[in-house]
């Protein structure tokens, strides 16, 4: 036992590698954490999403508030649950506890409501983020931090007449999303040529993959493949390959695989909603609204994007997206 | 069965008339290894999560037990009749569905297209039975495939009628409230907000125990499970049993369809994957065997309380929710442990 143990780390010094890996990741993460630069009391502050497990863009979310929550002096919770249900539930046990702010995402608006609605009424300060800028206002919400699915949607359209394509996919990888839809209804709004809706399966890649070949199998004339999620946009290019088709691959969202695909050219642009800020801002001006009761946006949804990215703006970003804070 | 020479003493009495002490009894029940395992499981989370006893804390576990609690008291049922349903969870929200998009498209009173659903639901149970019955082929099968077709139906019809993935809202529509204050109301019992759903599955819970208990139905049911043919050869109606319990699951399933239909007025058409695995869980930590003829309805309750605790514990505990299933998945293994231990004990003990 010991000698395999010793024959391990034996082969772990051996075979140091002077690239990536998780040194590299602590050289460019020294920015996150800190110490607390306020002295309010220490308040606690709950996250609940529609997240499922082990998501790249809620990591973000998540790595954002945590900053915000280390600067404020803020104890943060998370939970998440991608059954409408289920996520409420969640809700609800964070009100039991009596947490002094609450950030909610409504993905699924109506199943939220009457938690939201008793939050309100128990005298926590709610703020949405990501999805349900049209329903925050009516539901209490202080605010809404996101951006805004349909113009999102529609500033990919306008993108993708700006390349002259002809035919465009829209692969929705998350059923019952209406944010989802939301985006792919903005592309159809400003896009001139056709658009198609394609679901697949989010947690099964290699299925993802299949579904995308066999759609570009069967239409030749597809000329634009966007994705809704920055981890599909390299199984897309994939899947062009794979087919033969020579489409473009654009996305939604960003993360560290999109950045050094978008710089290699394999990808054309993509969409940022900077979850990042999204997470910073919401556990911030929880902080703002307790101790000064200050709030942003004015009754409308404050917007952190879209803001398209294309091959320039990538080199800028990549040192970002891989330390996994856009 | 045995030979003569073999035959136990004239004067040692019957061994099925001897009287057994109350504790011997209690120790081979099937739920008590999950009562062992919900008391621990309490006590942990009371210490680790300071919010978690106070009243309206519980309330929010017992309200989340008893959305699958309601499911695993049918599919408890069914496994002790030998037999597993696959398709629980989607056929909840195809429930949902059909009386939603019912009341909407017919414009019709809510308490119509809940009788609809009705129908349409007890419909796919008696498919599964009827199926399954007629064919012989493996219930794991024909349930996979009627829990696929099920989740191709919701979204497909979904999508064709209402133009999206979620229903429209039947909020404001006449019997909306008369119905939700049957599947989906609240009430308040000493200052704590408790779901009407809480009642729901307590009273099937002892609707349940007692069929199994005391009627000769519930003596089908263990026959069934225990081994078919002999059943059949004492002259247990095997096919209707069974056709009857895939219905009874397709009820429960209607009654978690309304509430979740009633709660938030419309309908995911994409929700439900996944469950069918919950309700089953919390019936085998109840201590129903894989194999069936063996198990208890309370036990069901005990493993879906088990379930409620350890997921929204984790939240009062403040941890990392990313380490839920690896949670669940080790007390699934525990509890199914505690279980074959207490019974070996128990029927070494006999």
């Known amino acids: 036992m010991s000698a395999v143990l010793a024959a391990v780390l034996g082969a772990t010094l051996a075979g140091c590698s002077a690239t990536g890996g998780k040194r590299a990741e602590e050289r460019a993460a020294k920015a996150a954490q800190g110490r607390a630069a306020v002295d309010t009391p220490r308040w606690t502050f709950a996250m609940v999403t529609h997240s499922g497990d082990g998501d790249t863009f809620w990591d973000i979310v998540q790595s954002g508030a945590k900053q915000a929550a280390a600067k404020d002096n803020i104890k943060f919770l998370y939970a998440h649950d991608v059954e409408g249900n289920k996520q409420a539930q969640n809700v609800q046990a964070m009100i039991d506890q009596k947490v002094d702010g609450l950030i909610v995402t409504l993905a699924k608006p109506d199943a939220m409501k009457d938690v939201v609605e008793k939050a309100r009424k128990a005298g926590i300060p709610v703020i949405t983020v990501n999805s349900g800028s049209d329903k925050s206002k009516e539901f209490g919400a202080l605010t809404h931090i996101g951006q805004d699915e349909v113009i999102a949607g529609e500033a990919v359209g306008e993108q993708l007449n700006e390349r002259g394509k002809k035919k465009a996919v829209c692969v929705l990888h998350e059923q019952g999303n209406v944010g989802h839809e939301q985006r792919c209804d903005g592309v159809k709004k400003s896009f001139k040529g056709e658009v198609q809706n394609l679901y697949v399966e989010g947690t099964n890649m290699p299925n993802v993959q299949s579904s995308i070949e066999a759609k570009l199998q069967s239409d030749k004339d597809i000329d634009a493949v966007v994705t809704l999620g920055a981890p599909f946009a390299p199984t897309a290019v994939k899947a062009a390959e794979q087919a033969g088709s020579k489409a473009e691959v654009d996305t939604f969202d960003l993360n560290a695989k999109v950045a050094e695909a978008l710089q290699a050219g394999k990808l054309g642009f993509a969409v940022d909603q900077d979850p990042y800020l999204q997470g910073y801002e919401a556990v911030d001006l929880l902080w703002l609204y307790r101790y000064n009761r200050d709030m942003l946006g004015g009754g409308r949804p404050v917007l952190t994007g879209p803001q398209i990215v294309t091959k320039d703006d990538a080199k800028t970003l990549a040192e970002y997206t891989k330390r996994g804070t856009r | 069965m045995s030979a003569p020479a073999t035959a136990p003493v004239q004067d040692a009495p019957d061994e099925r008339l001897v009287h057994r002490s109350y504790l011997r009894r209690l120790l081979g029940r099937p739920e008590l290894g999950a009562v062992v395992g919900a008391a621990a499981v309490f006590v942990f989370f009371s210490f680790v999560a300071d919010s978690f006893l106070q009243a309206s804390s519980l309330s929010t576990v017992l309200y989340a037990s008893s959305t699958i609690g309601i499911m695993a008291v049918p599919v408890a049922l069914l496994m002790i009749g030998g037999e597993f349903d696959l398709s629980a969870g989607v056929m909840v929200t195809t429930s949902a569905l059909v009386s939603s998009m019912f009341s909407y498209q017919m414009t019709a009173n809510v308490w119509v297209g809940v009788g609809v659903s009705l129908l349409a639901t007890l419909a796919v149970g008696f498919f599964n039975g009827f199926v399954f019955t007629r064919t012989k ?75 199994l208990l005391r009627t000769r139905v519930g003596n089908w049911i263990f026959a069934v499970g225990g081994g078919a043919d ?103 293994l525990l509890a199914t442990l505690l279980n074959a231990w207490v019974r070996k004990r128990a029927e070494a003990s006999k």
């Open chain 2, 137 to 211: 082929l493996p219930s794991f099968i024909i349930t996979l495939a009627t829990f696929l077709m099920l989740t191709g139906l919701n979204l497909g019809f979904t999508k064709l009628i209402s133009g999206t993935v979620s229903t429209k809202t039947i909020g404001d529509m006449e019997g909306f409230e008369s119905a939700r204050a049957v599947f989906a109301s609240h009430f308040t019992i000493g200052g704590v907000d408790v779901q009407v759903t809480i009642l729901w599955w307590l009273g099937l819970v002892a609707l349940a125990t007692w069929v």
């Open chain 2, 230 to 332: 002999a059943a059949r050869a004492v002259g247990v109606p095997v096919r209707r049993t069974k056709i009857g319990l895939y219905m009874a699951v397709a009820f429960c399933a209607w009654i978690s369809g309304q509430h979740l239909l009633m709660s938030y007025d419309v309908v995911q058409s994409g929700e439900g994957v996944g469950n069918e695995l919950l309700y089953i869980i919390a019936a085998v930590i109840g201590g129903c065997l894989m194999t069936g003829g063996y198990g208890s309805a309370i036990g069901s309750a005990v493993g879906a309380f088990i379930f409620g605790m350890a997921s929204k514990g984790i939240v009062y505990a403040q941890w990392n929710p990313d380490w839920f299933k690896f949670f669940l998945g080790a007390m699934l």
